[in-house]
């Protein structure tokens, strides 16, 4: 193998902005960020970047948020970032404590990621239905539109044909169905079927929230037929819909509920929350992981959990996103160009006719970043703490960009 002899230093700006060692998995924007602050990020040149992405639903507390950096202060003080899960440390079982206080669940498996919470989530399950004494209730459905993460059983719930075509064969027993209560109610076989995975909104497919009466109905369902409900809540709960947890506001309770992206502040971290039914199926051996859980990362989460269960963040979100959502059909009403508005909180899909990746592109020379969902959706997610003039000018960025 032949190594390059080219010492970092030798590297010049421009030739990296050219070159990248990193592997092509992404189409980056050309921008280079360096800095962050508030609901801001900023590039080598200075410009400033209203940011209504939030690093995918990640950021809910925006950039440089002295109680995120105090926390991370006050983790380092123990000297301990990681011990490894052979041991107890005391800010993962606080975190879990605090999270089954506010939840459904009862015990709670930390990882590093959401597509690892999802898969984590599908063993658990299966592990629970080997508790009935049969082999074959192995099944898990995700629905039309799903995005449950790109590793292998989780790439397999997803329903996302480029994302999963040069990868098969997918792993077995995962399939999608139709989001039709007569093909769910097909699909879902007692006999063969261990869960149901639902995103309560789905985010990668355009901001599309689940009926109510048809999760209502998945749920009898699921209880009739002994198969769990998993929701996940990776890029919809923390905060992003107004409240804690997005079954919260549709009132219907899992079994089973993926978290990640917000809930360590930008640090990797994902959990996986169970009912006592579920948690008592699992034993020690069935399932781990090396740095999941961590007492840094957890201790940062620790804080982050905090504020965004704070009810007047969870009201101001909800305000200000009914307020939001008017603002967004007011444009759609003047520019002629938008489809159909979506959502609800600070999670807001927006159809256009143009190709959404070329709105965005003019995003990044009018300062604000924005992703897509989809060819022709624009998907909004502004950290949870931006304000009404924040949100404000975003609008009016977008408002020029689609008139
Ligand atoms: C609903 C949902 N599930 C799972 C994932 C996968 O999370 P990660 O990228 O952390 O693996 C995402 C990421 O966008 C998501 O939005």
Redesign the pocket.
């Known amino acids: 193998m032949i190594h390059d002899a080219t010492s970092p230093s030798d590297i010049s700006a421009v030739a990296l902005a050219k070159a990248t060692n990193l592997l092509g998995t992404y189409k980056r924007a050309p921008m280079r960020f360096v800095r962050g602050a508030g609901v801001e990020l900023f590039d080598e040149s200075g410009k400033a970047y209203l940011d209504f992405a939030s690093g995918?639903?990640v950021n809910a507390l925006g950039y440089a948020d002295p109680g995120i950096q105090q926390a991370m202060e006050r983790a380092m003080q123990s000297g301990m970032i990681h011990v490894s899960n052979l041991y107890r440390t005391d800010p993962g079982e606080r975190l879990a404590a605090m999270l089954t206080r506010r939840s459904f669940a009862s015990k709670v498996f930390f990882c590093n990621?959401?597509?690892?919470?999802?898969e984590g989530a599908f063993k658990f399950v299966r592990r629970w239905a080997r508790s009935f004494g049969t082999d074959g209730k192995t099944g898990i459905i995700a629905l039309r539109g799903?995005?449950?993460?790109?590793?292998f059983a989780?790439l397999a719930a997803?329903d996302r044909p480029a994302y999963r075509a040069p990868f098969r064969p997918l792993v077995g027993g995962v399939s999608i169905c139709e989001r039709d209560s007569a093909q769910l109610d097909l699909a879902l076989d007692a006999d063969s079927v261990a869960a149901l995975i639902v995103?309560p909104v789905?985010?990668?497919s355009g901001v599309r929230a689940m009926e109510g009466e048809l999760l209502q109905h998945l749920r009898k369902l699921c209880n009739e037929r002994q198969i769990a409900l998993i929701f996940?809540?990776?890029?919809?709960g923390l905060g992003r819909l107004g409240s804690f947890f997005a079954y919260e506001k549709f009132e219907v309770t899992p079994d089973v509920l993926?978290l990640?992206?917000p809930l360590a502040g930008g640090l990797?971290m994902?959990a996986i929350l169970v009912t006592e039914e579920i948690a008592s199926a699992i034993k020690p051996g069935d399932h781990g992981t090396t740095f999941g859980g961590g007492p840094f990362v957890a201790a940062v989460a620790e804080h982050v959990v905090e504020r965004l269960a704070d009810p007047s963040l969870l009201a101001s979100v909800r305000e200000n996103g009914i307020w939001l959502g008017e603002h967004l059909h007011g444009i759609a009403r003047r520019s002629g160009r938008v489809r159909a508005v979506r959502g609800m909180g600070y999670m807001w899909g927006v159809d256009i006719v143009d190709k959404a990746s070329t709105v965005v592109e003019g995003g990044w020379d009018a300062g604000l970043l924005m992703t897509t969902a989809g060819d022709h959706t624009l998907r909004l997610l502004p950290p949870l703490v931006t304000g009404r003039e924040d949100l404000g000018k975003g609008l009016d960025i977008l408002e020029k960009l689609l008139c």
Do not use: V, Y
């Not at 990621?113 to 999802?118: D, F, I, M, R």
């Open positions: 995918i639903a990621s959401g597509a690892e919470a999802n799903s995005f449950h993460g790109r590793l989780s997803t995103e789905q985010g990668e996940d809540e990776i890029q919809c993926t990640a992206k990797p994902g």
